[in-house]
Nanobody
Framework: QVQLVESGGGLVQAGESLRLSCGAS????????MGWHRQAPGKQRELVGF???????NYVGSVKGRFTISRDNANNTVFLQMNNLKPEDTAVYYC??????????????WGQGAQVTVTA
């Protein structure tokens, strides 16, 4: 079992940046693919992107070119750097850990979520 804890959420204005962190409780982190997901009010949770154990990244949709996922295996932490934020990025952001599955990954462990609010 891996426990994940997000931090760094908050309230920002459009165009600003924010960085989320997600700390993992176990050294198993090193072999996990780590993903970030988000859920906006009234919408389904969606994948933002993920980073494999060897550092390959994949991003989905409108975040490409604005968001960057990185990881620090020495400290069991994954980051989501969000630049040029837009009001439509407002959501609860979740980190997750899992295994590769074809061209994507399947999450097995979830964090509790961090609220990100972007005002116009």
């Amino acid at each position: 079992q891996v426990q994940l804890v997000e931090s760094g959420g908050g309230l920002v204005q459009a165009g600003e940046s924010l960085r989320l962190s997600c700390g993992a409780s176990a050294s198993l982190f090193r072999i996990l693919t780590m993903g970030w997901h988000r859920q906006a009010p009234g919408k389904q949770r969606e994948l933002v992107g993920f980073i494999t154990a060897v550092g390959a990244t994949n991003y989905v949709g409108s975040v490409k070119g604005r968001f960057t996922i990185s990881r620090d295996n020495a400290n069991n932490t994954v980051f989501l750097q969000m630049n040029n934020l837009k009001p439509e990025d407002t959501a609860v952001y979740y980190c997750a850990g899992g295994r590769n599955s074809g061209s994507t990954y399947r999450p097995d462990f979830w964090g509790q979520g961090a609220q990100v609010t972007v005002t116009a």
